[in-house]
Structures are given as structure tokens and as C-alpha cells.
């Protein structure tokens, strides 16, 4: 039937060496709809048997939505009630860190300094005249 269907519309039945079988339509189907519907909804909508085959196969995520989800984790100590930062928004929060860490980062590599991993203090790739390993 979907071949016919292919066919009537003047789609061909190989792209690239790719078929399109049935399967394809319920796979769209499942993976425009897990974003929007509940797991359980798309599961039963897909009849699957488990959520597992529903999330493993056709869910997908992208990077615009991974970034939201950590976006909106809270932020540590947000419900301290005092502090230096308290009451600044997200926004002026990153702000600061960002005017504190690429400073410090710059100075750090300008100055060729690394911590040592082992030990925990901060050390120059020339310290005493001679290349540190």
C-alpha cells in the first residue's frame, strides 16, 4: 500500500540506497510525538510493550534542549538569604563568574602556571629554571 501511495505521489522508493518501508511512517509518527505527549501516552500510541523500546528508539533530543534542561536546574545556594549574590538574577550571576574565571584563566595561561594535579598546588612549567615534568 505505501508503495503504491509512493509511487502515485512521484516519491521514489530508494534515496541514496535508503528504502522506505512502512516502518519509517510509524517511526516519524513515534518520534514527533514523544517531545509533546507523555511517555506513557507515546508508548501506548506506538503499542509498544515497554517504555524502554519507546524512549530507546525513538526518542531524540537536541542540543537547544539539553542546554534549556541545565538552564533550568536550580542554581546552589539559590535559597540562601544572604551573601554577596543574593538576589542576583541568572543572567547577572553568570555575568560575574564569567568577569572572575576568564581572568583568571588568561593570567593562568599567560603566565604558563598549571596546578599539579597530584599535590593541589599551583606550580610554572619553569619553576626553578628547569622544565617541571
Known amino acids: 500500500m505505501l508503495k503504491a501511495?509512493?509511487?502515485?505521489?512521484?516519491?521514489?522508493?530508494?534515496?541514496?540506497?535508503e528504502s522506505a518501508p512502512?516502518?519509517?511512517?510509524?517511526?516519524?509518527y513515534?518520534?514527533?510525538l514523544a517531545p509533546s505527549a507523555p511517555m506513557k501516552?507515546?508508548?501506548?500510541?506506538?503499542?509498544h510493550s515497554t517504555p524502554v523500546l519507546t524512549i530507546g528508539r525513538y526518542s531524540y533530543t537536541s542540543m537547544k534542549e539539553k542546554a534549556e534542561a541545565v538552564a533550568n536546574l536550580p542554581l546552589p545556594?539559590?535559597?540562601t538569604t544572604a551573601g554577596p549574590f543574593v538576589g542576583l538574577s541568572r543572567a547577572e550571576l553568570e555575568a560575574v563568574a564569567e568577569s572572575l574565571v576568564v581572568p583568571l584563566v588568561a593570567a593562568l595561561v599567560a603566565h604558563q602556571v598549571a596546578p599539579d594535579l597530584e599535590t593541589g598546588r599551583v606550580r610554572s612549567e619553569t619553576e626553578g629554571g628547569k622544565q617541571t615534568p
Open 77 to 79: 545556594g539559590a535559597a
Open 41 to 47: 501516552v507515546t508508548q501506548e500510541l506506538a503499542r
Open 22 to 28: 512502512f516502518h519509517s511512517l510509524r517511526h516519524t
Open 30 to 32: 513515534t518520534a514527533l
Open 5 to 17: 501511495d509512493l509511487t502515485a505521489a512521484g516519491i521514489p522508493l530508494l534515496i541514496d540506497d
